[in-house]
């Protein structure tokens, strides 16, 4: 699994959107968390697929599932920690890979990171230093998440 997430992560970010919307539904619903620490930093993963490693801790929802289940689930697979959500802070929809998802404002309550298959590190990072993201308006709704908070 791990050689073929490494083979995905090289593939030209182009091939990533035409493979979603080949197999994906017209529509995906995702959810995603926002954590912010005492100072003001957001938490983001290190993800091992993709071109522009780092971004939020978000997931899919499965069918029938309550998308509050689904991050809090999505969350406890890809790191072993507990997160509650504290708010729903929007819900908004991609052009690029056709998914809308539903941001939601958490906070981590127990466990300690274990590293997955999808991930290999979590860490802060100032609002106003996030690194090369995937999706630049994953920036964009951090420094908005920061100010609604």
């Avoid at 100072?39 to 939020?56: A, M, S």
């Avoid at 929802?61 to 890809?78: G, S, T």
């Amino acid at each position: 699994m791990k050689s073929l997430l490494r083979f995905w992560r090289k593939m030209p970010l182009w091939m990533h959107f035409l493979a979603a919307r080949l197999v994906r539904p017209r529509f995906r619903a995702a959810v995603a968390a926002i954590i912010f620490n005492e100072q003001g930093q957001v938490l983001l993963f290190k993800h091992t697929y993709r071109k522009f490693e780092w971004g939020l801790p978000a997931g899919g929802l499965e069918y029938h599932e309550q998308p509050i289940n689904a991050i809090v689930r999505e969350f406890f697979e890809e790191t072993g920690m507990e997160i509650q959500v504290e708010r729903l802070l929007t819900s908004i929809s991609a052009r690029e890979d056709h998914h809308i998802s539903m941001i939601y404002l958490c906070k981590i309550v127990s466990g300690e990171f274990r590293e997955s298959h999808e991930i290999s590190e979590i860490k802060y990072f100032s609002v106003n230093e996030l690194p090369a993201m995937m999706l630049s308006a994953e920036k964009e709704l951090i420094k908005w998440a920061a100010e609604e908070k």
